[in-house]
């Protein structure tokens, strides 16, 4: 009992930026939007959006007719999402901005954003697995200013959208909940996303326990719609 307590108390000295460490024991596979556990040896089952959001749609129109327009748009909306992340990501860590070819528009917005700024990012595109859930997930990235921690999720999207404010915090909740579990006396102050169009970027706060809640509401429910063996 005495080695946990001390490894608590070690591990509470460390500072956030050299307490966070990318999971080698996990790899996500782009293509097919899953995740592999390496330490165990198989797929993971579920994923934090999965549970958060209704992405069983998702799967069925991806899988449909290429010609079918309801592929196209989410296609689309994927093609866009990897690009500006991958943009996003390579600026928080050179500085520099990457050519994201027709979503440049959305780059520029994001990173000319007047919020982001004295803001240092901690960690990006950070891949995350809890083996108690079977569940894996990807955070966009961690920021931290004045020693306030804080979770974001970038979300692209078209000028004329609304903002789903239940399904992003559900989803920022699950990455709450695996780093809660993953780095104890890691302290998240609050949860944030940024919605980014190619004609503006905003961003609204949410409470990191509002958002735990919300996934730990839409996980019990998922598991209940799941079949059982």
Not at 63 to 79: A, G, L
Not at 92 to 109: C, S
Not at 140 to 159: A, G, H, I, S, Y
Request: with cysteine; glycine share 4%; aromatic share 10%.
């Amino acid at each position: 009992m005495v080695q946990p307590v001390l490894k608590v108390l070690e591990l509470m000295k460390l500072k956030p930026k050299e307490l966070i460490k990318p999971d080698l024991t996990v790899e996500f596979y782009e293509d097919i939007h899953r995740y592999y556990d390496l330490k165990q040896k198989h797929w993971v089952k579920y994923s934090v959006t999965e549970i958060a959001s209704d992405s069983s749609y998702l799967n069925k129109v991806l899988k449909r007719d290429d010609n079918d327009p309801d592929k196209q748009k989410i296609s689309e909306s994927i093609k866009r999402g990897n690009a500006v992340h991958e943009a996003v990501e390579h600026w928080f860590k050179t500085g520099e901005v990457l050519d994201a070819g027709d979503y440049r528009a959305w780059v520029n917005q994001f990173i000319n954003y007047p919020n982001l700024k004295g803001w240092e990012c901690l960690a990006s595109e950070l891949v995350l697995i809890d083996r108690r859930y079977n569940t894996a997930g990807k955070l966009d990235f961690l920021l931290e200013k004045d020693d306030r921690l804080v979770l974001c999720d970038l979300k692209t999207k078209n000028p004329k959208f609304t903002k789903d404010h239940v399904k992003v915090k559900s989803q920022l909740g699950g990455y709450v909940s695996i780093l809660h579990h993953k780095y104890p006396t890691l302290n998240i102050d609050s949860c944030r996303v940024y919605w980014v169009t190619p004609e503006k970027c905003t961003a609204d706060e949410y409470s990191t326990i509002d958002c735990v809640d919300l996934f730990t509401s839409a996980r019990r429910q998922f598991r209940e719609t799941q079949p059982s063996f």
